[in-house]
Nanobody
Framework: QVRLIESGGGLVQAGGSLRLSCVVS????????MGWFRQAPGKEREFVAA????????YYEDSAKGRFTVSRDNAKNTVYLQMNSLKPEDTAIYYC?????????????????WGQGTQVTVSS
């Protein structure tokens, strides 16, 4: 059974940076496209970024472009999300998932495997 475990969240001031990690266990991370979503209080879960199986191609939601970078290390079975220039509106629980299609677009949330999430809080 695939397990995804996120870490790296925390409290940071606006303008700061965080690096999230997602360790995948139960299968070799070499053929799956991977993605990051987030969910703010009272809002629906939304797509943030995705990366293809090799790491050569990425796709970002508009609010993440230029500030966030998704990467992966298949040898470590780990996917990363580097977040710079953080804003209070980035405050949310961030989730790692396999719910990404071949075009690196988000699939419906009922598809794929999900981690438990890691909380990111950005203070103003």
């Amino acid at each position: 059974q695939v397990r995804l475990i996120e870490s790296g969240g925390g409290l940071v001031q606006a303008g700061g940076s965080l690096r999230l990690s997602c360790v995948v266990s139960g299968r070799t991370l070499g053929t799956d496209n991977m993605g990051w979503f987030r969910q703010a209080p009272g809002k629906e879960r939304e797509f943030v970024a995705a990366i293809n199986w090799s790491g050569r191609n990425t796709y970002y939601e508009d609010s993440a472009k230029g500030r966030f970078t998704v990467s992966r290390d298949n040898a470590k079975n780990t996917v990363y999300l580097q977040m710079n220039s953080l804003k209070p509106e980035d405050t949310a629980i961030y989730y790692c998932t396999t719910a990404v299609d071949d075009s690196l677009r988000p699939r419906p949330t009922e598809f794929g495997s999900w981690g438990q999430g890691t909380q990111v809080t950005v203070s103003s």
